[in-house]
């Protein structure tokens, strides 16, 4: 895959956000092979711009990749962030005739005495309660809207902090379950899903987590702009190098 030719650097000028977005994700659907035809994708809806603006490209994409597939979304609610608009978020996937489910989760509640609150306990409590909810209603993948900036930054985190030659996959199999996780937003920066949810009028029913705020990957984020430049191109060699290898780090199971 030669990641210079995800689109040429004219249409990414000028197209607008969202058929930029809506192209991409057309793009890495069909070269990682991450839907076919028949599946059922339970789609990870925070209420943030990201997983609502890949809701939004699952959608339309359809009738341009060609392939026949069901979409729901699932909100994780937890016991500590009541700020996600979840009436606005489910009216906007019902408009993209995506049904839309809340499930309830104690994140706070299921820590152990003496531990605090973290970003990657939070993480592992919503992927579980999404396992578990995929298996019981015979969804065979489940979505998630990270985006090629989270990529990147996942796989300098990974060096810096464990030492670790590793990133998100866009798809991963699981062994123990009969689901996959996907990441169609993949190929897409994080500037252009909030254009996109700008001109779709997403930004709305955006929330923020307040454990986010002042995480390490703020100040990883910071470094890839300096030495990148943040440029999108030089992005997209870093991914096509993550690609590139004996090993994919991309497409794992």
Not at 38 to 47: C, F, M, Q, T
Not at 109 to 128: D, F, I, P, V
Not at 163 to 185: D, H, N, Q, T
């Amino acid at each position: 895959m030669n990641m210079e030719g995800v689109m040429s650097n004219r249409f990414l000028r000028k197209a607008q956000a969202s058929r930029i977005v809506q192209k991409l994700v057309a793009k890495a659907v069909l070269e990682r092979n991450l839907v076919n035809n028949g599946d059922r994708i339970l789609i990870a809806v925070s209420g943030g711009k990201d997983s609502t603006v890949l809701s939004w490209a699952l959608s339309v994409i359809r009738a341009e990749i060609k392939k026949d597939y069901e979409l729901q979304g699932l909100h994780i609610s937890s016991d500590f962030c009541a700020c996600c608009k979840k009436s606005v978020l489910a009216q906007q996937l019902e408009t993209w005739g995506i049904p839309f489910t809340d499930r309830f989760v104690p994140v706070i509640g299921r820590l152990k005495a003496g531990e605090k609150m973290n970003c990657y306990w939070c993480s592992t409590q919503r992927r579980t309660e999404l396992l578990k909810y995929a298996v019981e209603h015979r969804f065979n993948k489940i979505a998630l809207g990270h985006h090629l900036d989270d990529i990147i930054e996942t796989f300098f985190m990974n060096m810096f902090a464990k030492g670790e030659l590793s990133a998100m996959p866009m798809f991963l199999g699981y062994r123990k379950y009969p689901v996959s996780l996907i990441r169609p937003l993949g190929y897409v920066e994080e500037r252009q899903v909030i254009a996109c949810a700008g001109e779709k009028d997403i930004l709305k029913a955006v929330c923020t987590c307040p454990y986010g705020i002042h995480s390490q990957r703020r100040d990883i984020r910071r470094r890839i702009a300096e030495f990148t430049g943040n440029s999108g191109a030089v992005k997209r060699r870093i991914l096509q190098a993550l690609s590139s290898g004996t090993i994919d780090m991309l497409h794992s199971t």
